[in-house]
């Protein structure tokens, strides 16, 4: 049982490329979520989702896109990336609302450093 | 505004000595609790969680937390650390929605 699964798990990025974080989990989870985390300032919530075809803004959301097309993925995208984007993100995933107890489920990371 | 606080930014330790990590929330209604740990270089994973019941809950690793619910408060303990603790430690807690808010985290440091 993979669990969340992160891709790619390092990239390094020359200001104003884009890339695309790709985040697969394969516990049937419902909701999804891209944390990034930074020193002193822990996780901050970047976008979620809480079903396939749907998206929300989380606390940081300037700079990102997602896309929930299918349920076992999420996708986090950079279209300009900027030094301010150099980070670790997480991703994460957690069960539905009907049994939804808040417990998330994380990736191991993937380190983004823009140049 | 719902929030979660964690005071200590940095805790330094003896091996053996006894651990309390301050977590506190801002937000009267029904939590979820949680305490993640994050090991250098690893992804986080659980260490306990609180949802209803008994405030005191065991988590692994002999940890323990309490939730003291007139202090809006979920501290985090353990009676004698050792030089494996050292990680960073973050309490979470949902406020009744689908999302998760977290701590800054406390870094916590063993000396063999």
């Known amino acids: 049982n993979a669990g969340v699964t992160q891709t790619p798990k390092f990239r390094v990025l020359k200001t104003g490329q884009s890339m695309t974080l790709l985040c697969a989990q394969d516990m049937n989870h419902e909701y999804m979520y891209w944390y990034r985390q930074d020193p002193g300032m822990g996780l901050r919530l970047i976008h979620y989702?809480?079903?396939?075809?749907?998206?929300a803004k989380g606390e940081v959301p300037d700079g990102y896109n997602v896309s929930r097309l299918k349920k076992q993925n999420f996708l986090l995208g950079l279209e300009s990336a900027a030094p301010s984007q150099t980070s670790v993100y997480f991703c994460?995933?957690?069960?539905?609302?009907?049994?939804?107890?808040?417990?998330?489920?994380f990736g191991e990371g993937s380190r983004l450093t823009v140049l | 505004a719902q929030s979660v606080s964690q005071h200590n930014h940095h805790v330094i330790l003896s091996e053996a000595a006894s651990l309390e990590l301050g977590c506190n929330y801002s937000y009267g209604g029904t939590v979820n609790l949680f305490w993640y740990v994050q090991y250098p270089g690893q992804h986080l994973q659980l260490l306990l969680k609180y949802f209803s019941g008994d405030p005191l809950v065991k988590g692994i690793k002999g940890f323990e937390a309490e939730f003291i619910k007139s202090k809006f408060s979920f501290n985090l303990r353990k009676p004698s650390v050792q030089w494996s603790d050292t990680a960073e430690y973050f309490c979470a807690v949902n406020f009744g929605n689908e999302k998760l808010t977290f701590g800054t985290g406390t870094r916590l440091t063993i000396i063999p």
């Open positions: 994460a995933s957690s069960y539905s609302r009907r049994t939804n107890t808040g417990e998330l489920f």
């Open positions: 989702s809480v079903g396939e075809g749907t998206t």
